[in-house]
């Protein structure tokens, strides 16, 4: 699937969900601390009901192994039949990539110019590969320099001069592991916009909360984001509440509003939402025929 079919899907997926006709109860985390944990996502909406099974185990990548991996099933709603089974760090990777895009291009200034992913990781890659299919120019930036370059050469992007180069872009996209914070208090500027996507589960940051504080803050489900996302640190030190932060979907469909000027420092918290596996896994299914998929026929 092209970055740009799975940036549409995943937009439709969130309107829907903020208009009520997608469903999604939250995942759930099953921790198996300290190497990592797995999380059952399930939602319900086109007509198919979906569960993702999937992992973090940040620590993988030194033994060759993925971080995020798992499988996704696609049920038909109206008998409960499985209709599709899908490799969860595929369909992950393509909503990822599609989600900070999305962000970036809802929350991020008009005029914006540079882009810049910190963390060219599997996911790190995915988002490059979506700004790079909507014409944008982009830079990475990598602890691991090596990565970064490659990842750089594979997609048509650039690698950054400096870390401080990549996080003074207009758009920054963070997608590390959330072990250390990215974005300390004062790093923003006015007129920024930052989609965070590596902090997803309990323990894990890219922005400290004192920067959550004084910036326009966005995520992708409140009820999620609060408890796992990198809002729970600002909503357990009280500096956030329910009332300060947006849903994208609700910006989606004009019920909130995004970036009121240039200088507002906008920031999206993105935990992963099982709509989004959905919109993928729907997608992909309309590719099945063309791709002589072998499907059951119940
Ligand atoms: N929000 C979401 O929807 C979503 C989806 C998928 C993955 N994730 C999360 O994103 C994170 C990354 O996932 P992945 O599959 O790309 O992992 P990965 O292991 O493939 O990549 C992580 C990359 O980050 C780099 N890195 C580590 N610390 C860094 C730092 N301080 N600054 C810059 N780069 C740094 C590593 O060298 C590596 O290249 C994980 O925490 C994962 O759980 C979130």
Redesign the pocket.
Same mark, same amino acid.
Do not use: F, H, I, Y
């Given at each position: 699937m092209s970055p740009e079919r799975a940036l549409a899907a995943v937009r439709a997926a969130f309107v829907a969900y903020a208009r009520g006709e997608w469903t999604m109860p939250p995942k759930v985390y099953v921790p198996a601390y300290p190497e990592g944990d797995f999380r059952a996502m399930p939602a319900l909406g086109g007509g198919h009901a979906l569960l993702k099974w999937v992992t *973090?185990f940040?620590g /993988?990548?030194a033994h060759g192994l993925?971080? %995020?991996t798992g499988l996704v099933l696609l049920s038909d709603a109206s008998n409960g039949m499985p209709v599709g089974v899908f490799d969860a760090?595929a369909v992950?990777?393509l909503?990822?990539g599609a =989600? =900070?895009v999305l962000a970036a291009e809802t929350l991020g200034r008009a005029d914006a110019e540079t882009a810049a992913v %910190?963390? =060219?990781? %599997? /996911?790190? +890659? =995915?988002v490059a590969r979506t700004f790079v299919a909507r014409g944008r120019r982009v830079q990475l930036? @990598?602890? @691991?320099s090596a990565?970064?370059r490659s990842v750089a050469e594979a997609i048509g992007a650039e690698v950054a001069r400096t870390?401080e180069a990549a996080l003074a872009s207009d758009v920054v996209v963070?997608?590390?592991?959330?072990? +250390?914070i %990215?974005l300390d208090e004062g790093s923003l500027k006015p007129g920024q916009h930052a989609s &965070?996507?590596?902090? @997803?589960?309990p323990g894990?940051a890219e922005i400290a909360v004192a920067e959550l504080a004084r910036v326009q803050v966005f995520c @992708?489900d409140w009820e999620q984001a609060s408890h796992n996302?990198d809002l729970v640190h600002a909503v357990e030190a009280g500096a956030l509440r329910r009332d300060d932060v947006v849903q994208l979907g609700d910006v989606l469909i004009d019920t909130a509003e995004g970036r009121q000027s240039d200088e507002d420092i906008t920031i999206f918290d *993105?935990?992963? &939402?099982a709509i989004?596996d959905l919109a993928i896994a729907l997608a992909a299914m309309e590719s099945a025929d063309d791709l002589g998929v072998p499907q059951l026929d119940f």
């Open positions: *973090s940040p /993988n990548p993925p971080t %995020v760090a992950t990777a909503r990822t =989600a =900070a %910190v963390g =060219a990781g %599997v /996911n790190g +890659e =995915a930036w @990598d602890v @691991d990565r970064a870390r963070t997608v590390t592991p959330g072990r +250390e %990215v &965070l996507m590596g902090a @997803d589960g894990k @992708d996302g *993105s935990t992963g &939402l989004q």
